[in-house]
């Protein structure tokens, strides 16, 4: 069984990138830049944007964090947007979802200049992505796709279930591995809350990508032996144990699957890492302006 490590591989495609910085921007040439806007105080969003801009500073980007509170109008949230759209010194920039209820998620995605759009969110990206054109692909499911590019996972007419259908993940990655493409030419299956006989769809899986946020929720019995398994949930549940009193589990039960597998992504150190791998490299690409 081999484990798909993402710190690992994220360590390589990072210095790639930092090497690729440093190689360009000599001492007159600013330094790619990413900014991130954060609406409210989810804790979850709070840890993942700290991680974001962590990883802007460690591969020598220039990274803005705007910050504002839980109670920032839509209105307020589309001036910052526009704002952003024109600063010739931003090549990128992302807005760290869920938004507040009030707020409306696809307004905003509308309101990002594409060019900028690093998240991929954006209807141009995302139709240009499922029509096989350059576009700034959604960052998980990206992230997903480097990892099996590297580990070399073979994809090509394989089963490929994805459980779960969010326009960030379930639906890109989707796409993504159905088109003819290496990795992707697989044959693949949406499985979701309403889906009937998941479980024998399942076990019928060459490649499992589980993206449903329930956690612990693939079962041994619902994997195939050699399957490969992508495991994008990140649950947080309790465990008295733990100084934090809490421990990050995945959507599939590692331990118990583990050994019936060919590969698989833990939690955490899998696709968490890949993701903002993926980020920063839409982020390059928005600054070099080599779009693919
Ligand atoms: N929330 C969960 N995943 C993501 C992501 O990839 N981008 C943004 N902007 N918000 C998220």
């Given amino acids: 069984m081999l484990i798909l490590d993402g ?4 360590t390589i495609i990072r210095k790639e990138i930092s090497d690729k910085v440093r190689t360009f921007c000599k001492t007159d040439i600013r330094p790619p830049h990413l900014a991130a806007v954060l609406i409210g105080e989810n804790p979850a969003s709070q840890a993942y944007v700290r991680n974001k801009i962590k990883a802007c500073e460690e591969v020598g980007f220039a990274s803005t964090l705007i910050k504002k509170p839980e109670s920032t109008t839509e209105e307020e949230v589309i001036k910052i947007i526009n704002k952003l759209n024109l600063d010739k010194e931003i090549d990128g920039f992302i807005v760290q979802l869920p938004l507040p209820r009030h707020i409306d998620e696809m307004k905003v995605n509308l309101a990002i200049n594409p060019e900028k759009d690093v998240d991929g969110f954006h209807p141009n990206n995302f139709g240009r992505m499922a029509l096989g054109i350059p576009a700034f692909h959604p960052a998980t499911p990206s992230g997903i796709m ?85 495991d994008v949930g990140i649950n947080k549940i309790d465990d008295h144990d733990s100084s934090k009193k809490y421990r990050l589990v995945g959507d599939v039960d590692f331990e118990n699957v583990k050994h019936k597998v060919s590969a698989i992504t833990p939690v955490p150190g899998g696709v968490g890492p890949m993701t903002i791998t993926a980020l920063l490299d839409n982020t390059w690409k928005a600054y070099s302006k080599t779009i693919k």
């Fill in 7 to 10: 710190n690992k591989l994220s």
């Fill in 146 to 230: 480097m990892l099996l590019d590297r580990y070399k996972i073979n994809t090509d007419g394989k089963n490929c279930v994805v459980l779960g259908r969010s326009n960030i993940v379930g639906t890109p990655i989707s796409i993504l591995m159905s088109k003819k493409t290496t990795p992707g030419n697989a044959t693949v299956t949406i499985a979701h809350s309403r889906t009937s006989n998941l479980k024998e769809i399942c076990a019928n899986a060459d490649i499992i990508i589980a993206a449903l946020g329930i956690p612990n929720f693939v079962k041994s019995d619902m994997v195939k032996n050699n399957a490969v398994i992508i």
